[in-house]
T-cell receptor, first 116, second 117 residues
């Protein structure tokens, strides 16, 4: 158990709908990352938050958005869902790294989204 | 474009064999290289490598980084069926130069390792 908690574990929804995925980082971790893993794309970085602020954006669609709340939990909002959005969505977290410690990122179990 | 390439894509060996998994990268502003094991769902952290030539070891697993040749290897000795998994290599890259905390991981596509009893 990595200490990163994601809900829901599984979600089935229809095209055009909107869903929210939730993540609680490990205790003490300030950084939260969202990744998407689909069969043909591998693990793709979506977005990073650090202590409530957006710090980095990857291949995140405009239909997707995220936020990190004052208690450090994060939500990933996916709207106008398409069949191609079906994937495993991972949240990961890390402590504020130093140059000596590096940046070990720990992953949650993922939320499996199926769009039908 | 930053690129992380793993080989082989798939490997099937017998229990007790030793395997070597490869990861090469072409990136700018390299920070560190990480290895993960993914069985059913969450990638679980194995190693983080930042310095060239220093082997990291955990039980039957070991890994080393060559920053001059831009590659890393993950060795597993005396393999067991529980080692069957997808092994992912990722490179940590900065998203903002000014702050070491701003990083993202760029992953390779993974090596699927199957251990036959």
């Amino acid at each position: 158990d990595s200490g990163v908690t994601q809900t829901p574990k599984h979600l089935i929804t229809a095209t055009g709908q909107r869903v929210t995925l939730r993540c609680s980082p490990r205790s003490g971790d300030l950084s939260v990352y969202w990744y998407q893993q689909s069969l043909d794309q591998g693990l793709q970085f979506l977005i990073q938050y650090y202590n409530g602020e957006e710090r980095a954006k990857g291949n995140i669609l405009e239909r997707f958005s995220a936020q990190q709340f004052p208690d450090l939990h994060s939500e990933l909002n996916l709207s106008s869902l398409e069949l191609g959005d079906s994937a495993l969505y991972f949240c990961a977290s890390s402590v504020a790294p130093t140059r000596e410690s590096g940046n070990t990122i720990y992953f949650g179990e993922g939320s499996w989204l199926t769009v039908v | 474009e930053d690129k992380v390439v793993q080989s082989p894509l798939s490997l099937v060996v017998h229990e007790g064999d030793t395997v070597t998994l490869n990861c090469s990268y072409e990136v700018t502003n390299f920070r560190s290289l990480l290895w993960y094991k993914q069985e059913k769902k969450a990638p679980t952290f194995l190693f983080m490598l930042t310095s060239s030539g220093i082997e990291k070891k955990s039980g039957r697993l070991s890994s080393i980084l060559d920053k001059k040749e831009l590659f890393s290897i993950l060795n597993i000795t005396a393999t067991q069926t529980g080692d069957s998994a997808v092994y992912l290599c990722a490179v940590a890259l900065p998203t903002l130069i000014s702050n070491f905390g701003n990083e993202k991981l760029t992953f390779g596509t993974g090596t699927r390792l199957t251990i036959i009893p």
